[in-house]
Every structure is written in C-alpha cells, then in structure tokens.
C-alpha cells in the first residue's frame, strides 16, 4: 500500500492536511531557497558539513551507495570513500569507530540505519561517548560525534522498524538529543549538532523524509540548539512535542479552534538539555498542558516534562497534565492505527483538560 493511503488511512485525513508546519519563524535568511523534502535537506546538510570541514567523515551501514533512505545519495562520489564509507553492520563497532575519530580532533558523523537498531551501540554511547570529556576532566573529549538516526513510525515498519528511543538517551548527561520537525528545520539544526562541541544523538523521522516538503535555503546555515519554538500561539492550553508528532497536533489545535478553544503549540527540538524556560511561560499564561509523542507513556520523556511542570507551575495549573502517547506495547504491525497518538485521541484530550 502506498504510504499517502497508509497516512490518511491511519490519521483518517487527507494528504493535504498533513502539509509540514511552518519554519517561517526561523532566524534564517531565505536567500535562495528550494522546495526540497527532508532526506534532500538532511543530504544537503552533510555535503556542507563534509564541504566546510576537511575534518568531517560519514559512515555506517550502505552509506557509500546513498543509505536505504537515500539520505547520503552522492556523497562518496563526491568526496571519495576515504570520507564516506560503509562499515560492517555492527552499531557498537559503528559507534565505538565514530569515539575514536571524534577523539582524535574529527568531525564524526555516524549513521545507525534504524533507531531501533541503536540498542548494541548503548553502551558506547552511554558509558563511553557521554563520559568522555568528564572522566578525563576536560582533558580530552568527543564531541565532534553526531549520531543519526532515522525513528519512528512510518506506516507499515512493525516493532523492529517504527520505535521512538529517545527518552533512553534523555536519562544520560553529556549528551544532547536533537528532533527536526520539517526539512528547513533538519538542515539548521543537524548542522548545529555536527559543530557542536558535545556528542548529539539526532533522531530523523522517517516517516518525514519524502513525505515533508518545503522551502530550504540552499546555502549554509544553523538553528540554536535547546530553543523551543511557539509555533503556534493560544490561550487555553500549551501543546508541547517533537518530531514527526507536530504535524498531528497541528491539525488537533486546528479542530479545537473550531470549537472555540485557542491551543498554544511547542516544538521542544533539543529534548537534552531541554528549554524549559519557553514551556513555562506558556504554560503560566495557559493554565494548561498537553505533551504528545509516539513513544510509550510510561518512562517517555513526557513524564519528564510532566514532573518539571508541575515543580515550577503547580498553582498556575487548571488541570492535570495531559500526556497522549504510545501505549505500553510493543510497536504492533496490524494494530499500528490503535498504538499511535492520533489527531482524535489529541482533540479528545484537549477538550477534556479545559473542561475539567
């Protein structure tokens, strides 16, 4: 089945409104801009990045040859094999490569092919990348190590190729977790966390790459990393998420509106170390909050965002936080539809939450 059909099937809307959400507010001079999806605009942001920095190197599995995802398309033939290569299928070794490199003065960027293929790279990550620069006193450091990987639903994955890891990596201090929204927002921003002197796990939704289209300055450029975007200003209550789940909370406030009620919605994208500053705010001025993601409720980071809220707002709070979220399976296959935190589910927590 197609994946527009998949999509509209799954949200019960049309391809049309599932249109990506405005980047407009981005600090970024248009200057020549192009009408390119996510993958193009990731592919875009690793030419610059190897074009910029003699130092930066890509690898990980099929890479030479473009990636499954096609996100590398071009780039060994443009910079030989010596830069961009693939490597055994072996993500701890994968990771454990990108350390050394990074180590050694380099920009290392490393590709895990799926997100849910992360976990034989967790100790590296963890123990090692992450501890780096703090075990050493600041001696020494890694943090010249990007680390994509694609996450997510995308239809038709299963539970081996649609999982959302990353409030795993949002436990570890000395690490940063990064989540694009839209293609100009994944150029600036994996460009940001590929000079960024700390190690980034970016996280691209796959579901996304071709799926997402829009305008994307082709010259070369940033997005601050730990700000949160009001994408969408309101009143009655503040909708907070990352990634690929924006778009379906978009079209949940757009209903809402038509029943009177004005939701303010926020695109956290660093999740580590998170802006909670901008959350605040919102939530102060709104009295209430709702917090979305694909992964499972319980330990996602949702709960987290949860926690910090109610320590900083509790007597500005007109209801109890709201998450709408993954359940508490396995990413089903067939059942993919009763898993996910769809529009409706969204649409049905907001009016409960100003109705309370």
């Known amino acids: 089945m197609a994946l527009r059909n998949i999509l509209g099937k799954r949200f019960g809307v049309g391809l049309a409104g599932r249109r990506p959400l405005s980047t407009a507010t981005c600090d970024v001079e248009s200057g020549n801009a192009k009408a390119i999806n996510l993958y193009s605009a990731i592919n875009q942001a690793l030419l610059i990045a190897l074009e910029t920095d003699p130092r930066a190197f890509v690898f990980g599995e099929d890479v030479s040859f473009g990636g499954v995802f096609r996100c590398t398309t071009g780039l060994a033939d443009r910079f030989g094999k010596a830069r961009v290569f693939n490597t055994p299928l072996c993500e701890q070794g994968i990771v454990g490569f990108g350390i050394g490199l990074a180590a050694m003065g380099n920009r290392a960027i490393a590709e895990i092919q799926f997100a849910d293929y992360i976990y034989p790279a967790f100790d590296q990550i963890v123990n090692e990348a992450s501890k780096?620069?703090?075990?050493?006193?600041?001696?020494?450091?890694?943090?010249?190590?990007?680390?994509?990987?694609?996450?997510?639903?995308?239809?038709?994955?299963?539970?081996?190729?649609?999982?959302?890891?990353?409030?795993?990596?949002?436990?570890?201090?000395?690490?940063?977790?990064?989540?694009?929204?839209?293609?100009?927002?994944?150029?600036?921003?994996?460009?940001?966390?590929?000079?960024?002197?700390?190690?980034?796990?970016f996280f691209e939704p796959k579901w996304l790459y071709r799926l997402a289209v829009e305008e994307v300055p082709e010259h070369d450029y940033m997005l601050p990393l730990s700000e949160a975007e009001v994408?969408?200003?309101?009143?009655?209550?503040?909708?907070?998420?990352?990634?690929?789940?924006?778009?379906?909370?978009?079209?949940?406030?757009?209903?809402?509106?038509?029943?009177?009620?004005?939701c303010e919605l926020i695109d956290l994208k660093t999740l580590i170390p998170w802006d909670k500053e901008t959350v605040e705010a919102s939530v102060r001025k709104t009295g209430r909050v709702l917090i979305s993601h694909e992964a499972p409720v319980t330990g996602g980071f949702g709960a987290e965002i949860s926690a910090s809220i109610v320590e900083r707002c509790f007597l500005r709070l007109e209801a109890p936080v709201a998450r709408v979220c993954g359940l508490d399976t396995p990413f089903p296959l067939v059942f993919e539809p009763f898993y996910m935190p769809t529009k409706n589910k969204i649409l049905d927590a907001i009016k409960a939450t100003v109705n309370y």
């Open 231 to 262: 994408i969408r200003q309101g009143s009655d209550i503040t909708l907070v998420g990352w990634g690929a789940q924006l778009s379906i909370m978009e079209q949940a406030c757009i209903e809402a509106e038509r029943d009177g009620i004005f």
């Open 132 to 201: 780096f620069r703090y075990r050493s006193g600041n001696q020494f450091n890694c943090g010249g190590l990007t680390i994509r990987a694609p996450y997510g639903a995308v239809g038709h994955g299963g539970h081996y190729h649609s999982q959302s890891p990353e409030a795993f990596f949002c436990h570890v201090p000395g690490i940063k977790v990064v989540i694009p929204r839209s293609p100009r927002q994944a150029k600036g921003l994996l460009l940001s966390c590929i000079r960024d002197p700390n190690p980034v796990v």
